[in-house]
């Protein structure tokens, strides 16, 4: 079976500082990776995905994440931290579209 | 271009009562996904759509739940004899191309169902 644990509930990071939200998976194969947002009574946004190729992944609004199949991670990561970053962050797994698994999400909370 | 779009946004039911949840996904998009997302919790997986045709519906949790998408365009999610444990954000999400899994799902508001 596979999983996606998100480690951390909350993250605080102070604005102009560098963040990062960690995200492990445990899945057989080749997995499709993608990092979502969402922010308060809507609906998840897509932030960046990781299918094949370059380990580095740049997405919107200045965030990447980096895939590393050795540790099975996908961590999603911007180099300055704005207040408006702060929003609940998902990691999710896909292999098919009846094989998907998104982890119990992130708060990120950027403190100005 | 308009996006997902979903209705009501808000649900109260009474326990026992029947619910039918609307989804509009994006002009053109093959796939349609509905997910069960509980309080402080990822969403999960219900049912997948491609086109008209139900490809998957392991992840609705009883019987009491039932989705169509009769016309492979808006699709409704229906929850017969609504229990308190139903209580959750429903989400919809489309995609524009039969998913292998690599298509990304554009995901709509959401909506959120209250059982008394």
């Known amino acids: 079976a596979q999983s996606v644990a998100q480690p951390e509930d909350q993250v605080n990071v102070a604005e102009g500082n560098p963040l990062t939200v960690k995200c492990t998976y445990s899945v057989s194969g080749n997995p499709y990776l993608f990092w979502y947002v969402q922010y308060p009574n809507r609906g998840l946004q897509f932030l960046l995905k990781?299918?094949?190729?370059?380990?580095l992944v740049k997405g919107s609004y200045g965030f990447e994440a980096e895939f590393n199949k050795s540790q099975t991670s996908f961590h999603l990561k911007k180099p300055s931290a704005l207040v408006s970053d702060s929003a609940l962050y998902f990691c999710a797994v896909f292999r098919g579209y009846q094989k998907v698994t998104f982890g119990t999400g992130t708060k990120l909370q950027v403190i100005p | 271009g308009a996006g997902v779009s979903q209705s009501p946004r808000y649900k109260v039911a009474k326990r026992g009562q029947d619910v039918a949840l609307r989804c509009d996904p994006i002009?053109?998009?093959?796939?349609l996904f509905w997910y069960q997302q509980a309080l402080g919790q990822g969403p999960e997986f219900l049912t997948y759509f491609q086109n008209e045709a139900q490809l998957d519906k392991s992840g609705l949790p009883s019987d009491r739940f039932f989705a169509e998408r009769p016309e492979g365009s808006v699709s409704t999610l229906k929850i017969q004899r609504t229990q308190q444990e139903d209580s959750a954000v429903y989400l919809c999400?489309?995609?524009?191309?039969?998913?292998?899994?690599?298509?990304?799902?554009?995901f709509g508001p959401g909506t959120r169902l209250l059982v008394l």
């Open positions: 002009s053109g998009h093959v796939s």
């Open positions: 999400a489309s995609s524009p191309l039969s998913t292998g899994g690599e298509e990304t799902q554009y």
């Open positions: 990781y299918i094949t190729g370059d380990n």
